[in-house]
């Protein structure tokens, strides 16, 4: 009877073991399943770096000699790109810069077409060589980048916009009423006394004039813009942000006025839209030749 006894006893023990040893096989296929798809994922981020490196190297190719006109900025755009596809972690990240290299390739290829249509028509239609479509092409994206290079001076800016003329005189007069009410922030004197819009002109001038401490002075005055309350103010805003509202409702003014796409084109001139120069009765011109004659007789040598 012992024998069979042992055996009764063992047999249960075998198939907990059978169990356990099934178990652990499950879980080290699942623990490879899960190393392969790893695996998998690595090789496709891989992939999906090495597309887009080859895109831009692509690019580059197309952009012609080193030197030639307008190739300057456009490979300036192709470097930030790489330098933050090194970066790119995320999915997310990844498929932006895909948007923008499609929107730098989608401008070289229409800029290469539109150059070897024009070679052809001052050729009378006959084939034209590499080297002429690629000086023409050279161009263009020249063309195209000064037409949205950064500008601050508002008549360039504004010059770029399809908006009507009555449209663009109800931008210019809404840039000068903010400037108004900036100026008119800056002065309303502190606490203690003090005018901001005097000690920031001031600085600046002596920052221009290359005076010892002109810079540090300007970022204290930042900070002491954004630390200071306005007196009198009923929201007890700091002067830094009742400046920024200021910007902000320029920003909402002009938005009812213009069209996206010709706030796109004025965001690409300058984003402040109240920081623009050169218009005619623009406050701060004459606030500045104020102070800069003050400045001039006071470091007369």
Not at 203 to 208: K, R, T
Not at 227 to 243: C, F, H, I, K, W
């Amino acid at each position: 009877m012992k024998p069979l006894f042992l055996l009764a006893m063992a047999l249960p023990l075998a198939a907990l073991g059978c169990s356990d040893q099934r178990e652990t096989e499950a879980l080290r296929a699942e623990l490879a399943r899960t190393k392969t798809e790893l695996s998998d994922a690595r090789e496709e981020a891989r992939l999906d770096q090495a597309r887009l490196q080859e895109r831009l190297a692509r690019l580059e190719a197309r952009l012609g000699r080193e030197g030639t006109a307008g190739q300057r900025s456009v490979q300036e755009e192709l470097s930030a790109l790489k330098a933050e596809m090194a970066k790119a972690a995320s999915g997310e990240e990844k498929a932006e810069l895909e948007k923008r290299i499609a929107a730098v390739e989608a401008r070289v290829e229409n800029v290469k077409t539109e150059a070897m249509d024009e070679a052809r028509k001052g050729q009378g239609g006959s084939v034209v060589d590499e080297q002429r479509i690629a000086e023409m092409a050279a161009k263009k994206l020249a063309e195209e980048q000064a037409a949205n290079a950064p500008t601050k001076n508002f008549a360039q800016a504004i010059a770029r916009l399809s908006a009507s003329e009555a449209e663009k005189q109800a931008v210019k007069d809404e840039i000068l009423k903010s400037k108004k009410d900036i100026l008119e922030l800056l002065e309303v004197p502190t606490a203690e006394g003090r005018n901001f819009g005097e000690e920031v002109i001031d600085a600046f001038i002596a920052s221009q004039m290359g005076a010892e401490g002109a810079q540090a002075k300007l970022l204290n005055l930042f900070a002491d813009l954004a630390n200071t309350r306005v007196p009198g103010d009923a929201e007890n805003r700091s002067y830094a942000q009742a400046l920024e509202d200021i910007k902000k409702k320029n920003r909402q003014t002009i938005g009812r006025i213009l069209s996206p796409d010709d706030q796109k084109k004025l965001d690409r001139a300058h984003a402040d839209w109240t920081d623009f120069e050169g218009l005619e009765g623009d406050p701060f011109t004459d606030f500045y030749l104020q102070r800069l004659k003050k400045y001039q007789d006071a470091n007369k040598k």
